[in-house]
C-alpha cells in the first residue's frame, strides 16, 4: 500500500505549480508513513458504515485505494490513490464504480483534489463539477508544513 500512496504522490504533487518537493514526501513518510499504511490496512480489513476503504490488487500488489467517509448528509472521498503504472488503466473506474455501492443514494459526494492536477479531469468524467470554492489544504503534509491548494468537487445526487 505504501507504494502506491508515496508514488502517487511523486507523480501528482511534484510540480512547479503545487510545489511539493520529493523531499517533502520523503519526510513526511519517515514521520508518518507507518502509521498511516497501517490505519488504511485496518480501515480495508474491517470497513465500517461510514468510514470505507477498497484497494484494488494485481495478484499480491496492491494497486488502488479508494476512502470515502460519511459525514452527515454528504460522502466525501478522502483518498483515491492509482500506483502511477497502473494509471489508464481502469483501476480508478473500477474501484469508483464498486464503492458507489456503499453510498447512501440521498447523499452528495464531495472530493478536494489538489488544484493543477490530472485528477480533477478524471472526476469530471465521473460527473463530479467544480463549485468555484479553492482553500489550502491544512491535513495534506502536516510533517513539513506545505500546504496544498484544493479545490472543491462535488457529484450532485439529491
Not at 511534484?14 to 488504511?40: C, H, L, N, R, W
Not at 447512501?104 to 464531495?110: A, H, T
Not at 485528477?119 to 463530479?128: N, T, V
Request: charged share 30%; with cysteine.
Amino acid at each position: 500500500m505504501n507504494n502506491v500512496i508515496k508514488s502517487s504522490w511523486y507523480a501528482t504533487y511534484i510540480t512547479p505549480e503545487i510545489g511539493v518537493t520529493k523531499e517533502d514526501i520523503d519526510m513526511m513518510y519517515v514521520q508518518s508513513g507507518k502509521g498511516q499504511i497501517e490505519a488504511f490496512r485496518k480501515r480495508a480489513e474491517l470497513p465500517k458504515k461510514d468510514d470505507i476503504t477498497l484497494v484494488a490488487k494485481d495478484g499480491d500488489r496492491v494497486v488502488g485505494i479508494i476512502r470515502l467517509v460519511v459525514l452527515g448528509d454528504y460522502v466525501q472521498i478522502r483518498t483515491m490513490y492509482v500506483h502511477p503504472e497502473c494509471t489508464g488503466k481502469g483501476i480508478g473506474t473500477m474501484l469508483w464504480n464498486d464503492v458507489q455501492k456503499y453510498i447512501p443514494s440521498d447523499k452528495d459526494i464531495v472530493v478536494f483534489p489538489a488544484k493543477h492536477t490530472k485528477s480533477i479531469d478524471w472526476y469530471k468524467k465521473m460527473g463530479f463539477v467544480e463549485t468555484g470554492e479553492e482553500k489550502l489544504d491544512d491535513e495534506a503534509m502536516p510533517v513539513t508544513g506545505v500546504r496544498l491548494k484544493i479545490v472543491k468537487m462535488q457529484l450532485f445526487r439529491k
